[in-house]
């Protein structure tokens, strides 16, 4: 247990964090899982509409420090790229 003030509000501020981490990270997740269901599916209308919500939430999460940068990067291009491939 944390015995000064300084490493007792370290706590409450990791605590805190990791609440907003793990919020953007379970919209970050679910976005790429919605696409990606529409990309099987063949719903190219679908899953072209839902890539602006889809690269907001991996922006966000990269942006406030959840994820890297290079790692939202290489989503945004793997879920692009699949796409791609569906349209053709």
Known sequence: ???TSSAKKALRVSARRKVFNI???KT????????GKLITGKDIKGAAASMPALYKAIDKAAKHGTIKKNTAARMKSRIAKHLGAATK
């Open 28 to 35: 970050m997740k679910d976005a790429v899982k919605e696409t």
């Open 1 to 3: 247990m944390a015995k």
């Open 23 to 25: 919020r953007r990270k």
